[in-house]
C-alpha cells in the first residue's frame, strides 16, 4: 500500500538534514503516546511525527514523504477531536509548540487535500497552510506535526510486514523545497534514506496497547457486557483461539495477565 502525505508550513529560510546535529533539520519517527517505537503492532494507534529544529525565522515550505510497504502492511487513518481534513481528520498541530501557539498559522486557513483516502492503493493528503506575521519561532528540535495511523494487516501468524516512508518529488512542481520569504532562494532538504518499521501481529490485544495485560480484559468485559467498542480487527479478542470472541477470552486474558496461564498465540 501506498500513500503520499505532502506537508506544506511557512518560512525566512531553512536548510533541513537528516544529519544528526544539523543546527536546521527535520527528523521523523512513530510513537505510540510519547513512546518511540521500532517495531509496529497491528490494532495500535500510533502517530507519524514530524519534529524541526531551526535557526531562522521559518516562513515556507514543502515536504513531501511517501508511506508504503511492499509486502502487505495496510493501515487505516485514525481521525482525532482536533484533527484537520476533511475526510480523514488525522492531521493534528503539536499545542503548546513553536507551530501550535496559534502565532504562526490561522488555523481556519489551513488547507488540507486527499485524495481517493481509501486505505487501497495510493493515498493522497496535502497538508499546507499560511504563515501569520511573526511566523514559526528558531528553536530547538521540537514535534510539530502529527498524521494518526493504526497498522490493520498481515494477518499470517508470524509474518512481519514492512511500513517505509521516504521523501519524493511528484512531477510537474510539488518538489521538497523549502522557500525564502522574498520568493528567492530555494533549498531541496535532504532525508536520509529510507525509514522502515517492522509491523507483526499481537494475539489477545484487543485494546490496541502493545502488551496483553489486564487492560485487554477491561476491553473484553465491556464489549461483551456493556456494547463497548468492539476488537478492531477482530481476531485481536479471540486469545483462546476458538474463533468466537466469548467470556471464554476474557477468562484466557486474566489468566495470561496474572501469569498463572498460557499467554496468547497468534491463530493458525
Not at 512481519?160 to 516512508?165: E, T
Not at 499481537?202 to 476491553?219: E, M
Not at 456494547?227 to 489468566?255: E, R
Not at 495477565?257 to 498460557?262: L, Q
Amino acid at each position: 500500500m501506498k500513500l503520499y502525505i505532502i506537508g506544506f508550513i511557512v518560512v525566512t529560510v531553512l536548510f533541513l538534514t537528516a544529519v544528526s546535529g544539523a543546527a536546521n533539520r527535520v527528523h521523523v519517527d512513530v510513537a505510540k503516546s510519547g513512546v518511540v517505537y521500532d517495531t509496529l503492532y497491528v490494532g495500535g494507534e500510533y502517530q507519524l511525527r514530524y519534529w524541526i529544529e531551526n535557526d531562522f525565522i521559518l516562513g515556507g515550505m514543502c515536504i513531501v514523504y511517501e508511506v508504503w510497504s511492499d509486502d502487505g502492511v495496510t493501515f487505516k487513518w485514525m481521525p482525532q477531536p482536533d484533527g484537520l481534513g476533511a475526510a480523514t481528520k488525522c492531521v493534528t498541530i503539536v499545542p503548546g509548540s513553536r507551530m501550535g501557539d496559534g502565532s504562526v498559522f490561522d488555523m481556519t486557513g489551513l488547507l488540507i487535500t486527499e485524495a481517493d483516502v481509501d486505505m487501497q492503493g495510493s493515498d493522497v493528503i496535502m497538508f499546507g497552510g499560511v504563515a501569520m506575521m511573526v511566523g514559526l519561532p528558531i528553536g530547538p528540535l521540537e514535534h510539530m506535526v502529527s498524521w494518526h495511523i493504526s497498522p490493520t494487516g498481515p494477518w499470517v501468524p508470524g509474518m512481519v510486514g514492512m511500513l517505509c516512508i521516504d521523501t519524493i518529488f511528484v512531477p510537474p512542481s510539488i518538489a521538497q523545497n523549502i522557500f525564502s520569504s522574498g520568493g528567492g532562494d530555494v533549498i531541496r532538504p535532504e532525508f536520509d534514506g529510507t525509514l522502515c518499521w517492522p509491523v507483526k501481529l499481537i494475539c489477545g490485544n484487543p485494546n490496541g496497547d502493545n502488551d496483553v495485560n489486564v487492560g485487554d480484559a477491561v476491553f473484553m468485559i465491556n464489549y461483551i457486557f456493556r456494547g463497548g467498542p468492539a476488537p478492531d480487527p477482530w481476531q485481536l479478542g479471540d486469545a483462546n483461539c476458538d474463533g468466537a470472541i466469548d467470556v471464554g477470552d476474557v477468562v484466557f486474558l486474566i489468566a495470561a495477565a496474572f501469569r498463572y496461564g498460557p499467554q496468547p498465540e497468534c491463530c493458525e
